[in-house]
C-alpha cells in the first residue's frame, strides 16, 4: 500500500512537472523584468525574496501561477521572485481529529452513537496543494461518511467485540481514497460506542441471565461430583465396621469443638447392636 502511495504521488509530480516547463514568451518577459528589479533595488530586495520555513513545514512555490519544481522547498531558506513567485507553506507533522459521533444503524437494525479519532499527515505537499481545496476539511469529512459506510454493514456483536479489525479496515479505505491528495492515513480508532438505554437494559438482563444459568449448571456439576465421592467414601466405610464408629467419634469432636450447649447425634441401630452384643 505505501509503495502504491509512493508510486502515485510520483506519478502526480511527474505530471505537474511536465505541465510547468512551459511559460510562455509572456511569462519569460514577466520573469526577466521580475529578475532585473531585484537586481535593481538589492539588498532592499534581498529581504523580499528570501523565505524561511521551519523543520516541519514544506513550501509550494507557484511561478505565474505554475508549481516551479517537482519537490517542496525547505526546511530552510529558499528564494522566490518577488513579483511572479508566491507560494504555500504545508505543515507535515500528524495531525488528530475527532470523528463527530454518528448515529448508525448496524446490520441487524439497532441504531448506536459512534465516534472515532483519526491521525493523518501530509505526505506529498504538492499533491495536497494542487488535487484539493482544502486536504484537512475533505479529509475530516470522508472519516465521517467511512464510519457511517463501514459500521454499517456490521452486526451489533461484531462492532463491539471487533473494534480492532474495524479500525484497520477504516485505515486501508481513507488512506487509499486520500492516497490522491497526498495524505497518509496513519491510524484509526474506534472510541465509543454508545447504545440505547433500552439495549443496554436487555443485555444486561440478558447477561444476568446467562451467568445465572452458567451457575445454576455448576452447581449441579458440584452436587454430582459430591455424590460420586460420597458413594465411593461409603464403600470404603462399608470395608471395616469400625470405620463407621471412628467417622461418628470424629464427627462428635468437630461437634464437640463449637462449644454447644446440648448435643442430639443420632445412633444407627447396627452401632448400637454392637454395643448390646458385647454386654
Same mark, same amino acid.
Given at each position: ?8 504521488a510520483r ?28 537586481i535593481v533595488t ?27 519544481d ?6 530552510? !531558506? ?5 513579483? =511572479?513567485?508566491?507560494?504555500?507553506? /504545508?505543515?507535515?507533522?500528524? @495531525? *488528530?481529529?475527532? &470523528?463527530?459521533?454518528?448515529? !448508525? ?5 439497532? =441504531?448506536?452513537?459512534?465516534?472515532? /479519532?483519526?491521525?493523518?499527515? @501530509? *505526505?506529498?505537499? &504538492?499533491s ?35 473494534r ?21 492515513v ?18 444486561a ?20 461430583n ?16 469400625s ?5 461418628y ?29 458385647r454386654?
Amino acid at each position: 500500500m505505501e509503495n502504491h502511495s509512493k508510486g502515485r504521488a510520483r506519478s502526480n509530480e511527474d505530471l505537474i512537472g511536465e505541465r510547468t516547463g512551459e511559460l510562455g514568451c509572456c511569462g519569460w518577459i514577466l520573469i526577466i523584468l521580475s529578475t532585473f528589479f531585484v537586481i535593481v533595488t538589492f539588498p532592499i530586495s534581498i529581504f523580499m525574496c528570501l523565505k524561511i520555513v521551519q523543520e516541519y513545514e514544506r513550501a509550494v512555490i507557484f511561478r505565474l501561477g505554475r508549481i516551479t519544481d517537482k519537490k517542496a522547498k525547505g526546511p530552510g !531558506i529558499f528564494f522566490i521572485l518577488p513579483c =511572479t513567485d508566491s507560494f504555500i507553506k /504545508v505543515d507535515m507533522r500528524t @495531525v *488528530s481529529f475527532d &470523528i463527530p459521533p454518528q448515529e !448508525i444503524l448496524t446490520k441487524d437494525s439497532v =441504531t448506536v452513537a459512534v465516534d472515532g /479519532v483519526v491521525y493523518f499527515r @501530509v *505526505s506529498c505537499p &504538492i499533491s495536497s496543494v494542487a488535487n484539493v481545496t482544502n486536504a484537512d476539511f475533505s479529509t475530516r469529512l470522508l472519516a465521517q461518511t467511512t464510519l457511517r459506510n463501514e459500521l454499517g454493514t456490521k452486526n451489533l456483536s461484531e462492532l463491539l467485540s471487533d473494534r480492532e479489525g474495524i479500525s484497520h479496515s477504516m485505515q486501508s479505505t481513507l488512506d487509499e481514497a486520500t492516497d490522491a491528495w497526498g495524505i497518509k492515513v496513519e491510524r484509526v480508532e474506534i472510541k465509543d460506542v454508545k447504545l440505547p438505554l433500552q439495549l443496554q437494559r436487555a443485555m444486561a438482563a440478558e447477561a444476568e441471565a446467562t451467568r445465572e444459568a452458567r451457575a445454576k449448571v455448576i452447581a449441579a456439576e458440584g452436587e454430582m461430583n459430591a455424590s460420586r465421592a460420597l458413594k465411593e467414601a461409603s464403600l470404603v466405610i462399608a470395608e471395616s465396621p469400625s470405620a463407621l464408629q471412628l467417622r461418628y467419634l470424629q464427627t462428635l469432636n468437630t461437634i464437640a469443638a463449637e462449644k454447644n450447649s446440648t448435643i442430639i447425634f443420632p445412633l444407627p441401630m447396627d452401632v448400637m447392636a454392637h454395643f448390646m452384643q458385647r454386654k
